[in-house]
């Protein structure tokens, strides 16, 4: 029995071991290991305050408070893990707790890291030998309500398991003939791990076993994986190999084509049931600009966001499965605005003042008047605020000159859109004489 033990508990560190995480770089600053003095001596609970991700030098907002994730996201007890986080303050420390229940008290300090300017951490963690199954990462903002957490899982008495096919993917039906079990115990189903929230709970009959159970293949990455079945209270433990099959999931945004500051939709379909799904954009690593969890099915309901403004041409949405790594992604044309202006007059002379008439800028940006001469010299003369619809009439305003007898030109850029229109107005003097002599000939 003892060496049968160790060949299985040899099993399920390979398990856990070959199990993929995350698997996203997110190039931050790291901080030191170890609690620091001052640290909280308890931890809190997430909030749900709407925060945003970085993308490039623009901000996507999304749903959810701080986040992190953990690389890889199945550890081996006394094994190295990679911890990468988001939505923290800037240059503040967040301090890592190993939480092992629901109990404040039983929360265990085992590192800490500095944010980087962006507010991200990216810090390395060395498991305790004697992590519980289930067990919780949690980061926390020092003097701060901002706190994140992850599941952090790892690996008695060996049972059996005959399983009705060696090969499915997630969400497709096997059957289970379970022996070597406690009496009328429960017995927890996980997929390529062991710890967290199971998979699904069966109970064993009196004589410790199931003739038949049908469950649901669990999610787990693509590739060789392992049913592994643990006794709530006996921890008798019983394993069978399964090869994951790869999902081929689907995904449709919509519109196509749009301009930045306008909200498009996401919507997918074809990943594990209950999976959180990773939604990047132009990337598909590092902390991702959303989140949404698949239903029973395995589809994921409408999304949308606002497309930030300095995106500009071809852009794509990246979907990732976060445990079973199905990829999907989708394109999309990020239009530039080419708004238009109109003088209030195309004509006149020194001191008549002029205004403009505008549409196709960003809703409620601000515009800046640009005034060039005959020589190509221009300056700044005037700002205003265009409304929802990105339009103004009779906005700004410019007295004509003496210097401007050959025409003075205009242009009006957005401040968010960057759109550009142009306008001009022409000199009156030899247009005024034209029209007197026109008059004097029809008299």
């Known amino acids: ?21 995350f698997g996203g770089a997110l190039s931050t600053t790291g901080g030191k290991s170890g609690q620091k003095k001052g640290a909280p001596k308890e931890i809190k609970t997430p909030t749900q305050k709407p925060k945003s991700v970085k993308l490039g030098e623009q901000n996507i907002p999304r749903e959810s408070g701080p986040i992190i994730v953990v690389n890889p996201g199945l550890v081996t007890p006394g094994g190295k893990a990679t911890v990468e986080g988001a939505g923290f303050d800037a240059k503040s420390t967040v301090d890592l707790f190993l939480k092992s229940s629901a109990k404040k008290s039983e929360a265990k300090g085992i590192a800490s890291a500095k944010t980087d300017k962006a507010g991200s951490i990216n810090t390395q963690i060395s498991v305790p030998e004697n992590v519980s199954n289930g067990a919780v990462l949690v980061a926390q903002q020092r003097d701060a309500d901002k706190v994140a957490q992850a599941q952090l899982v790892s690996g008695g008495v060996v049972g059996s398991v005959k399983i009705s096919k060696m090969v499915g993917k997630p969400g497709d039906s096997v ?24 998979d699904a709970t069966l109970t064993a009959d009196g004589s410790g076993g199931i003739g038949r159970a049908d469950v649901k293949v669990g999610v787990a990455p693509t590739g060789a994986s392992t049913l592994i079945l643990v006794g709530k209270k006996s921890k008798t433990t019983a394993t069978a190999p399964f090869q994951i099959l790869g999902l081929y999931p689907t995904i449709k945004s919509s519109p196509y084509a749009l301009k930045a500051g306008k909200t498009i939709s996401v919507s997918a379909a074809g990943f594990a049931p ?34 930030p403004f300095g995106l500009r041409g071809t852009q794509s949405v990246t979907a990732i499965g976060d445990r079973t790594r199905a990829v999907v992604r989708a394109g999309f044309q990020v239009m530039p605005y080419t708004p238009t202006a109109e003088p209030s007059t195309y004509s006149g002379k020194a001191g008549t003042a002029v205004s403009f008439y505008v549409t196709g800028f960003a809703a409620n940006e601000n515009v800046t008047i640009y005034a060039g001469g005959p020589n190509g010299d221009a300056k700044k003369i005037g700002v205003f605020h265009v409304d929802a619809q990105g339009a103004a009439e009779a906005a700004g305003s410019y007295e004509i000159t003496k210097a401007d007898e050959g025409g003075v030109a205009f242009k009006l850029v957005g401040a968010k859109s960057g759109g550009a229109a142009k306008a001009s107005v022409n000199s009156t003097n030899q247009q005024g004489q034209q029209g007197q002599g026109q008059q004097g000939q029809g008299q």
């Open 1 to 21: 029995m003892i060496a049968i033990a160790l060949v299985v508990v040899g099993s399920l560190v390979q398990v856990v071991a070959k199990s993929g995480g």
């Open 175 to 198: 059957s289970l003939g379970i022996r070597g079990f406690g009496a009328g115990e429960q017995i927890d189903v996980f997929w390529g791990r062991v710890g967290g929230k199971p």
């Open 274 to 307: 209950a999976e959180r799904v990773l939604f990047y954009i132009n990337s598909a690593s590092g902390v991702p600009a959303f989140t949404s969890n698949a239903d029973s099915n395995g589809n994921v309901g409408t999304v949308s966001f606002n497309v």
